[in-house]
């Protein structure tokens, strides 16, 4: 991309960021989401679940996206969407977000928002749009065809980000593209037709990218993650079907044992406790020792967040009420960014 910041340029920013969020989180607006394209697992939980919980209980404004058009990107059915989304709502109040503090809104619901993207298009050329890695990424894994709404998915995000002044969004190093395009397109937004949006940083994750239970990418359709959802017996059962080797002695080797090193790296995140330190303690007693003390770990630290899910699962009136009061909210804030555009552009309104 052009003017592309460097990753070292963008993770001191990232640190500066963190340091001032304690002090300052009133200073902050924080977007994140996520696709509703099946249930959320272990790997969401520490990737991003846990950290929005702790930037809400900061004070920073925080903004929750459940993006349902954007399932359509790679994918050409919207078949239960409506069950993911509202399963995702649970996951999101059973993990600690607070609809209170966290405004939590469908992408489809906030017509005002999606239209930013007229304009916003205007300002990015088809050559940077083609270049963007995350897009070819993304094409190649579905083995879709490229269609207008994946190559412009970046820019779908920047209208998500910028509706709400956003200047703070939670990725990994993969999306730092995305984030560089939206802060180019709030740039040439504010010198071609007046200041309306902020400048636009990563807020870089720390947290190591956790495994599937077979050390592979965790991935609901590789059968290797253990979804938030699950029953403490649906936990160990998956546990107990993942694949290790045959070795005995049990020992932290990402490259040679993926399959018992992805157990160690759930047994940690849950614990804790370094991989290498469990293994040690496991020692000889082979994978089935190893699986027990997993699924312990897992049951035990989901355990209360299973229960208040579960209260959820049994009073969708109040999941789709959270919704609702997060749409509306949603629409406010999207129809005065919506005026603010059209006043700085001239248009007739």
């Known amino acids: 991309m052009p003017n592309e910041r460097s990753y070292e340029t963008a993770l001191e920013r990232s640190n500066q960021i963190s340091a001032d969020l304690a002090q300052h989180p009133q200073n902050y607006t924080m977007l994140t989401g996520d696709r509703p394209t099946g249930r959320l697992h272990l790997g969401h939980y520490f990737g991003t679940l846990k950290g929005r919980v702790e930037l809400q209980n900061m004070g920073v404004n925080t903004n929750v996206l459940i993006a349902d058009y954007q399932v359509i990107t790679d994918r050409d059915t919207t078949e239960h969407i409506q069950d993911n989304v509202y399963n995702m709502v649970m996951d999101y109040l059973a993990c600690g977000i607070d609809p209170d503090k966290t405004m939590i809104y469908a992408h489809s619901a906030v017509p005002a928002c999606n239209q930013l993207l007229l304009p916003f298009l205007s300002l990015v050329s088809e050559a940077e749009l083609q270049r963007n890695p995350t897009v070819k990424a993304e094409m190649e894994a579905s083995g879709h065809e490229l269609t207008g709404l994946l190559l412009t998915y970046p820019v779908h995000q920047a209208c998500d980000i910028l509706f709400c002044k956003g200047n703070v969004v939670p990725v990994g190093r993969d999306q730092l ?173």
Request: charged content about 30%; glycine content about 8%.
């Open 177 to 349: 593209p995305h984030i560089e395009l939206t802060r180019l397109i709030a740039r040439r937004f504010n010198n071609r037709y007046g200041r309306v949006f902020p400048e636009v940083d990563a807020l870089l994750s720390d947290t190591p990218l956790l495994p599937g239970l077979d050390g592979r990418k965790m991935s609901k359709s590789y059968g290797n993650a253990i979804s938030i959802s699950m029953t403490a017996e649906e936990t160990a059962k998956r546990i107990k079907k993942s694949q290790t080797d045959s070795e005995r002695m049990i020992t932290f080797d990402p490259e040679n044992r993926p399959g018992v090193s992805g157990l160690l790296s759930t047994a940690a995140i849950c614990t804790g406790r370094s991989e290498v330190e469990i293994a040690a303690e496991i020692g000889m007693g082979g994978s089935g020792q190893l699986k027990k003390y997993v699924t312990e770990a897992v049951n035990s630290y989901f355990a209360p967040i299973r229960e208040r899910r579960h209260e959820f699962e049994n009073d969708l009136g109040y999941v789709k009420d959270v919704l609702a009061e997060g749409n509306r909210r949603a629409n406010e804030i999207a129809e005065a960014t919506l005026a603010e555009v059209r006043e700085a552009m001239g248009m007739v309104y």
